[in-house]
């Protein structure tokens, strides 16, 4: 299985380059998995093949296949190439050997998210060498997303914008790793995502001491109101395809997929 192989070859290296990204601007050194990267793609034809440093050793990459339709839909792989640090005292493996025991590979970024990066590269290498898609493809490794992205993605559309698309982009799933009833592993794929809307309510009332509050305007009464309205709020249970797909995909009991889907307790 010569994919297989290229790809666990290439997550092992990954790993063991230990791009650390600690939150500081020195942190992550990428250039060492945009080498590794650039060297996985080496002598490939058609492929055209560009770096971007944000900071010095903070290296993204971008690996592009043009398709045989400039009409055609793009798509991109967008894999990030930093890993979280680590408190070896949790580990009984070196978390950066990259060792394989019992048909498990162990190392720091094997889950987040090294092992989808290595399989994105594999991925549109086995499509250069096989033929050009009708649609352009593009392979991007890009730094610092462990720190919000200031210098990798985020940098990228402030600076570089036109380094590749940004159409349709498939990323990572975000970590999820789950068993699921049989036995066997499930990875989670996410078609979206929450945020954050927040809001400042400014609320006014009669100034007075705490030891006549009787008959006051008080602001901190109307605010409580406002929390126990919110909290108040019944917001409806809906469901799509995706759901239903992601619910059964897991092969839960009949009990617990049929609460799952309808909202009702098991």
Request: charged share 20%.
């Amino acid at each position: 299985m010569p994919l297989y192989d290229d790809t666990l070859a290439l997550l092992r290296a990954l790993i063991r380059n230990a791009c650390v990204n600690d939150l500081t601007p020195s942190s992550g050194q990428e250039v060492h998995n945009a080498d590794t990267l650039e060297l996985f793609f080496d002598g490939v034809p058609g492929l055209e093949i560009n770096r971007y440093e944000s900071a010095p050793g903070r290296v993204s990459i971008v690996v592009t296949l043009p398709g045989t339709d400039p009409y055609a839909e793009p798509l991109t792989f967008l894999g990030h190439t930093d890993v979280v640090p680590v408190d070896r005292h949790h580990w009984t493996v070196d978390p950066f050997s990259a060792e394989i025991r019992d048909g498990r590979i162990y190392g720091r970024g094997a889950m987040d998210m090294l092992f989808i990066t290595a399989t994105m590269a594999a991925v549109l290498r086995d499509a250069a060498l096989t033929g050009r898609p009708t649609g352009t493809l593009t392979f991007v490794g890009v730094a610092d997303e462990e720190a919000r992205g200031g210098l990798g993605a985020k940098w990228l559309s402030e600076h570089h914008p036109e380094a590749f698309s940004w159409r349709n982009t498939v990323s990572e799933t975000g970590g999820s790793h789950l068993p699921i009833s049989d036995g066997s592993d499930a990875l989670v794929l996410v078609v979206g995502e929450k945020g954050a809307a927040q809001r400042r309510l400014h609320v006014t009332g009669d100034a007075g001491h705490g030891s006549n509050p009787y008959g006051r305007d008080s602001a901190v009464v109307k605010i409580a109101e406002v929390a126990r309205r919110i909290s108040q709020i019944d917001i409806p249970v809906s469901d799509d395809h995706l759901w239903q797909g992601f619910v059964r995909a897991f092969r839960f009991s009949p009990e617990v997929e049929t609460a799952l889907l309808e909202g009702t307790d098991p």
